[in-house]
T-cell receptor, first 112, second 118 residues
Framework: SQQGEEDPQALSIQEGENATMNCSYKTSINNLQWYRQNSGRGLVHLILIRSNEREKHSGRLRVTLDTSKKSSSLLITASRAADTASYFCATAEYNQGGKLIFGQGTELSVKP | GAVVSQHPSRVICKSGTSVKIECRSLDFQATTMFWYRQFPKQSLMLMATSNEGSKATYEQGVEKDKFLINHASLTLSTLTVTSAHPEDSSFYIC??????????????FGPGTRLTVT
């Protein structure tokens, strides 16, 4: 099962620009996480935001969470060509042992 | 962070044969592991939750007799694709769960196994 939609499905920007990706979900959650995946490779954990948090930063990453709208956004500032990858949000509900349900993903292309 | 390994990383098998994929947590004990499948250009789809010492819990639409999961120890879960067919060709990813603060869990993902059925 998929949790919800991510938009855009694909995003192409120039190096130095900011990239914003959005994620919507359907259920009540314990936390929401963002992952990056380079083509054909495994997942890289980027950031976790708990349901009682509204914003979190990590380096060039900024994540927001709006539980009333059941949505989250990931902002990558000053993008680099190396940021080119697919980005997925994943939600974890309470009492599920950490089970994650992934969104559809956004394919980001950063052109040098 | 903790490390989860998968073996093999790539496997090619003939239609009708069975393939076993191993998922190991290398430096922590994982009572719960998860198996995901990812088709090209798509997201990860949860297949099943693997609990040490008990039967796996399968997601709706996943055939438990086709995808056999065994979680015999706190550091090893295996996924066996039985009677594989070309449509089973996919990227299979496991993850292992470790409790952290606030009733949350940290997920550690394996590097994935690329299965090609010819």
């Amino acid at each position: 099962s998929q949790q919800g939609e991510e938009d855009p499905q694909a995003l192409s920007i120039q190096e130095g620009e900011n990239a914003t990706m959005n994620c919507s979900y359907k259920t009540s959650i314990n936390n929401l996480q963002w992952y990056r995946q380079n083509s054909g490779r495994g997942l890289v954990h980027l950031i976790l935001i708990r349901s009682n948090e509204r914003e979190k930063h990590s380096g060039r990453l900024r994540v927001t969470l709006d539980t009333s709208k059941k949505s989250s956004s990931l902002l990558i500032t000053a993008s680099r060509a190396a940021d080119t990858a697919s980005y997925f949000c994943a939600t974890a509900e309470y009492n599920q042992g950490g089970k994650l349900i992934f969104g559809q993903g956004t394919e980001l292309s950063v052109k040098p | 962070g903790a490390v989860v390994s998968q073996h093999p990383s790539r496997v090619i098998c003939k239609s009708g044969t069975s393939v076993k994929i191993e998922c190991r947590s290398l430096d922590f004990q994982a009572t719960t592991m998860f198996w995901y499948r990812q088709f090209p250009k798509q997201s990860l789809m949860l297949m099943a939750t693997s609990n040490e010492g008990s039967k796996a819990t399968y997601e709706q639409g996943v055939e438990k007799d086709k995808f056999l999961i065994n979680h015999a120890s706190l550091t090893l879960s295996t996924l066996t694709v039985t009677s594989a067919h070309p449509e089973d060709s996919s990227f299979y990813i496991c993850s292992a769960s470790e409790p952290i603060a606030g009733s949350s869990y940290e997920q550690y993902f394996g590097p994935g196994t690329r299965l090609t059925v010819t």
